[in-house]
């Protein structure tokens, strides 16, 4: 009889532990950036004519609403942006570079067991390996509750530090302040405006999520985790990422791995990087947002 008991105890664990090998899910997010601050910049600009106008919003609309998808497991997941052939004439250096930054390109690895990401960029030609320590996020449960594609969610935040490379939370300068800032500037001899100086970097921001424990991983779109389920809906105050679509356990299994291509960089190594070239290119074109002009050609 103990043979028969230890028997069926060791086939249930087997079956538990194969099964939660064998586990994947896969979502699908839409991700939105708000345009408006980034429209302010054109709207009565009589240099900039409707044509202009309207590639410009073009290609903003390409860059600020995509389609990522992440397929993952109970300890790991990778996130990516679905594949698209660029149009003809809109794949400008500048742009490129631009879409970039605002959540793209590359597969974004977490593993929640190891709390480690790695990510694989490109930027100005080079491809990089940002390698580091996931974020850690003081989440605040709210209670409040909402229906997402047929899964019941909970609200959480939690306020993190801006990243610095991240430039879909940035605003440009009011009128007014650059005109301070110049003033000064110009009070000190030898000095030169850059990119960075034209625009505003909040110092935190608060991140809203939505999360389903029916879906019990700590995963999520991007960089974020750490809640009691399958994050659906997270919002940083400018950018909206949505879940679309739930598949549980595919037909089709993803391969899960981190990618390995690429210098490998700490996140702020990486952000030194990034930052020390934009501020080149503005001083190669004379401090007047050399970036910006770029990918409005």
């Not at 850690?136 to 530090?161: D, H, L, S």
């Amino acid at each position: 009889m103990k043979k028969i008991v230890f028997a069926s105890y060791f086939l249930l664990s087997y079956l538990a532990s194969h099964a939660q090998k064998d586990f994947q899910g896969m979502a699908v997010y839409e991700s939105k950036t708000s345009t408006a601050d980034f429209k302010s910049r054109f709207e009565g600009n009589r240099e900039i004519t409707p044509e202009m106008q309207k590639m410009i919003e073009e290609r903003m609309k390409k860059m600020f609403e995509k389609t990522f998808f992440l397929n993952f497991d109970k300890s790991a997941s990778i996130y990516k942006e679905e594949e698209k052939l660029d149009t003809p004439g809109q794949g400008g250096g500048g742009f490129r570079m631009m879409s970039s930054m605002m959540g793209g390109g590359g597969t974004y690895y977490k593993n929640v067991k190891e709390k480690v990401y790695k990510v694989d960029k490109e930027f100005m030609g080079k491809e990089f390996l940002v390698k580091d320590s996931l974020k850690t996020y003081n989440w605040q449960m709210t209670g409040e509750t909402r229906v997402i594609g047929g899964y019941n969610c909970f609200k959480a935040t939690a306020v993190i530090p801006a990243s610095k490379t991240d430039f879909r939370n940035f605003r440009p300068k009011k009128e007014e302040e650059k005109k301070d800032d110049k003033a000064k500037e110009e009070a000190k001899e030898g000095t030169k405006t850059s990119f960075m100086d034209q625009i505003e970097m909040p110092k935190e921001i608060t991140i809203t999520a939505w999360y389903t424990p029916e879906i019990p991983v700590s995963q999520g779109p991007e960089g974020y985790w750490g809640l009691p389920g399958l994050i659906l809906e997270v919002n940083d105050g400018k950018t909206t990422i949505l879940c679309s679509k739930v598949v549980m356990n595919p037909k089709e299994k993803a391969d899960i791995k981190a990618p390995s291509t690429g210098k490998e960089v700490s996140q702020k190594e990486y952000d030194e990087i990034v930052i020390k070239k934009m501020e080149e290119m503005s001083e190669m074109n004379n401090g007047r947002g050399g970036f910006q002009m770029r990918m409005s050609r």
